[in-house]
């Protein structure tokens, strides 16, 4: 964080992406003096070598604010803080597009968890349109650390992690944990039954599939700390996540 910066608290969560000549990271911060000092906005750096101890160097220009048709800071009736947070990259028939973990306005105060799209105009990663959420079921609190991916069956599958004390989904019992839903169609995730992958009695949160390890689900461990292995494998495989023929003026 920049304690000059409008990031002038902690990083959070976010995303890698390969780009020519680098490596770009967009992230979660917040700053002490908007709303409450929980409004999160998305930032970006860059590194020359991600595999060293080359400095990551902010793109102070960048700071992707929330907009409609999303909740633009905290409502204080509601079971959680704002979200706008865990930015997820994606390539789809040559354009890129990013997911958050958000808030939809309209939905009932506790189930207000949404995954937002953005796309970024002319593939531009300084200059984003914000499209209507591709999942906003109802019944969580929160979606945090939306992922996208391919299944066997060739669907999209939507995965994403919640608290069992914010999830109210129909069919899931209150597990929690890291859960899915599948479409075949990229900006259409309808409210059906999600799919619980790891619960969150596995005591991993946050977690990430790994492709490279067919599928196998790795995230934070809420009771030890760090990042461990689940010995669950999903299969799921990348969607298009190659940005190598971007680049971004420093």
């Not at 102070?60 to 999303?70: E, G, L, Q, T, V």
């Not at 979200?83 to 597009?97: C, M, V």
């Amino acid at each position: 964080a920049d304690p000059h910066g409008w990031d002038d608290t902690s990083i959070w969560s976010g995303d890698i992406i390969k780009i020519q000549g680098g490596y770009l990271m967009f992230y979660t911060s917040r700053n002490q003096a908007t709303d409450d000092g929980m409004t999160q906005n998305i930032g970006v750096a860059f590194t020359h070598h991600i595999q060293s101890f080359d400095r990551w160097f902010r793109i102070p220009s960048i700071r992707i604010k929330p907009d409609a048709p999303y909740e633009l800071h905290h409502v204080p009736e509601d079971l959680t803080i704002h979200a706008w947070r865990d930015p997820f990259l994606f390539r789809h028939e040559e354009q890129i597009y990013m997911l958050l973990s958000a808030k939809d306005p309209e939905r009932a105060l506790g189930k207000k968890g949404a995954v937002a799209l953005l796309k970024a105009r002319n593939n531009n990663l300084e200059d984003w349109e914000y499209l209507p959420p591709i999942c906003q079921p109802g019944f969580y609190a929160e979606m945090e650390v939306p992922q996208l991916y391919k299944s066997a069956a060739d669907e999209y599958t939507l995965v994403y992690s919640t608290w069992a004390k914010y999830d109210f989904a129909p069919t899931t019992q209150q597990s929690g944990g890291l859960q899915g839903l599948s479409s075949s169609s990229l900006f259409d995730f309808p409210a059906a039954a999600p799919t619980v992958f790891l619960p969150e009695t596995a005591n991993l949160y946050a977690c990430r599939v790994i492709p490279e390890l067919d599928g196998e689900i790795v995230g934070f461990d809420i009771t030890t700390g760090g990042i461990r292995r689940s010995g669950v494998r999903t299969g799921l495989q990348h969607v298009d996540r190659d940005f190598s023929s971007y680049s971004i003026e420093m």
